[in-house]
């Protein structure tokens, strides 16, 4: 069998994922990554951060994490470490092109108007590659090391550039209330995650930050741990998140709630039939019972409601929207010490010497303002395009989830995947199964329905982001639904997604990547 040039952008988790399944199937894949190492958000974060869910469920599923590694939730070197293991043992970096930077990429083979016409992916029946004709994309490549420019043409090409990194979302500020006001310092999150002396940097300084997503809390925590009451640290939010110190409730894992397939059944999933629709709607009270006592045990253990940190919205909300995150060690014991200052604010501007809350009419002087108010995951994707045309679809609508059936393929763009865009509540989890689905259909295991069926699907998913993800939509979290999508996965590559022995064990224990160890 002829093998088709596969390309892939990025190096992280599942740029990995995606080369080592490529690999398995035959295909010789390049992947371009612009950093000088692989791990992608991995490898420039913050000194504490750590993982955001048991090694269990952060993993690959055909690599356990070596014995040595004892802790339940290890810090970022340690994953370093393992996503280095997991490349040697699959001879991935010899696909890899370190230092190469992806300026752009365009398609060739075929007009915008002919694409639009097709009725079937590629224009071809379904298929990967199309057969006889000429089809591609052309990358236009940028060698770091050197500046020389190059351009390389792959028949299929794989994007995994992530959704948090490159491309900050920077607040817009009205008139005169901006931030080349502030006489200090201001930078975003990244610029400091990337920083060597991030210590020296905010010691003995009034440091201020906006956000209240993992970043924020992360960041305030280091902040505090160097500078301590005699220079608090104050952490301005708008809306209030769950965080937790541990994923599990009186010694049970909360995955037994809501990552096992009995728990399937009480949430509405894309493409529902009948039986499972009636299941869901008498099931949904139990569901909220038991929200309802997570929400109090976390309330009772965690000081949530003395710090007038309990969120608007339920911690099942925050499961399906994939809002959960870990809290920093000993945070609360830094608010209470007077090393952090949580201030709640709707809305603030900048001023020469700091930051103006406008909801108190307070102000915070600062020598140091810090934006963890994430990235624009959209945009970044949107700007890797070189054609309008690619630009003004590939995203969707910003009140439409990004239009990608079965999570990574567009039903209007050709020979193209998008891996890691979308969320779960371990990302490698979901990246992982979308890479493997990916390369047993440029393997020739099936073709995709006609357009317009793909273009059906991506609807009934949107509708089932816009009820269980309300505003966070965009996100496309499917944590909640993991298992169902991954049903879907299996049954389209030939597989049987009845991954337990036995039927308790089937119905009854979480399911998590190790499931999916060998899967065909």
Known sequence: MDRKRVGIVGAGVSGLAACKHALDKGFSPVVFEADDTIGGVWAHTLQSTRLQAPTTSFRFS???WPASVTATYPGHHEVMEYLRSYACEFDLLKCIKFSSQVLGVEYFGATEEEIMEWKHWSGDDGKAFRAGKDGGWSLKVKDLKIGAVEVFQVDFLILCIGRHSGTPNIPEFPVNKGPEFFKGKILHSMDYSYMDNAAEFVKGKSVTIIGSGKSAFDIAAEVAKVNGAAQPCTMIYRTKHWRVDKFSMWGVNLNYFY???ISQLFVHKPGEGFLHYMLASALSPLRWAITKVIETYLKQRIPLQK???VPDYSFSFAMSSCLIAMLPKGFYDRVDDGSIILKNSKRFSFCSDGINLEDGEESIKSDIIILATGFRG??????IFTANWCRNIVAGSSDT???LYRECIHPRIPQLAIVGYSE?????YVSERVANWVIHFLAGGFQMPSVRRME????EWTKYKNLYNGKYFRRSCISTVNIWFNDLLCQDIGCNPRRK????AEWFQPYGPADYAGLC
Do not use: Y
């Open 62 to 64: 055909d690599l356990a």
């Open 259 to 261: 990552l096992n397939r």
């Open 307 to 309: 710090h007038g940190m």
């Open 378 to 383: 959209d945009q970044k994707l949107r700007d």
């Open 401 to 403: 989830s990004v239009p």
């Open 424 to 428: 779960s509540l371990t990302d490698i």
């Open 456 to 459: 059906e699907s991506v609807a």
């Open 501 to 504: 022995k036995g039927f308790l």
